[in-house]
């Protein structure tokens, strides 16, 4: 048998459990390009409603669900105002110059978060050298804002700024559940200040594949549309949403597991010689820490990390990211801050 290695690289990594793989295997199927399959029109109508918007629609992946979202919102040439870390404009492959012909106006954000005051300054007055501003792409919980959550209140300002301006405003909510979970308040009170949201089933909550995008169904029609033009439209995909509805049902409440772990690993870290780390920072199942003082790089530690069984993500030269999830245990967790204590015993520094 193979060592089992603890893997803290993203919470993208965990398996089906056997309850969600039988959930899987008994799922009613149809075709879902017809709208036939009952166990994918019961997954859209059941985020929907935790997302308080008319309509959703299932995609494969959460870099397709914001993709879809930009297309639907936007035409070629449109500015897009975003925060420079976020995950659609860094980690989807150059999708909106490249699906929608899209500009990203960047704004740095405190661990990811802007204020309303930021984007009213990025707004371009109507003047025909410019591009047209038309969408706010907002992201909840933020991925390299070290999982951080965005106060509601700073997220119905900027609704209330985007709306006075005629913008859109779009929210990558692909870990919305870790901030819903972290601080009790509903998925639906978070987006009812967003126009779309998407959201996602393979990260925290431990489905195999399965994103979904919702808002109006005005909206949600259009993203039909383009999601069958971008190849998303998907046949007995039954199978797949019930592993999604399973993880709703039953994998929500636990998220708060991962966030204990998240903020036991914070706190040990910081104990460590050579390792900068504010515990205060971790909010939900996201832990990033800067390790310029060990006098190794990041990916040296990865490196010597894996030899003891446990996987880490290298960011940059100089800093890890470690995510918690299902498949970790507070066992685990432990053992992983064994393996960081002597793998950084020889560090002089601090
Ligand atoms: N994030 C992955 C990697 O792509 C970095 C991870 O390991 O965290 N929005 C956010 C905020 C995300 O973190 C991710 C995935 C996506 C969208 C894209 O989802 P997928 O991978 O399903 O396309």
Redesign the pocket.
Known sequence: MTERLIDL????VTKPTPMMRKAMAEAEVGDDVFGEDPTVNALQEKVARLLGKESAIFV???????QLAIKSHTQPGDEVIIEGT???YN??GGAGAALSGVQFYCLKGTRGILDASQIDEAIRSDDHHFPVTRLICL?N???RGGGSIYPIEKLMEIYRLAKSKGLLVHL?G??LWNASIATGIRPDEYAQWADSV?V?L??GLGAPIG?LVAGSKAFIDRVHRFRKMFGGGMRQAGIIAAAGIYALDHHMERLQEDHRNARRLALALKELKGISINPEHVETN?VIFDISKTGMTAHEIAARMRKSGVLI?PISQTQIRL?THLDVSSQDIEVAIGVFEKVLSGVETR
């Open positions: 690289r993203s919470d993208t494969p992946s959460g870099t397709m669900a914001n976020s995950h659609p980690f989807e992201e919980t933020h991925n990558d692909a870990r998407s996602c393979s990260k994103s996201i993500h995510v």
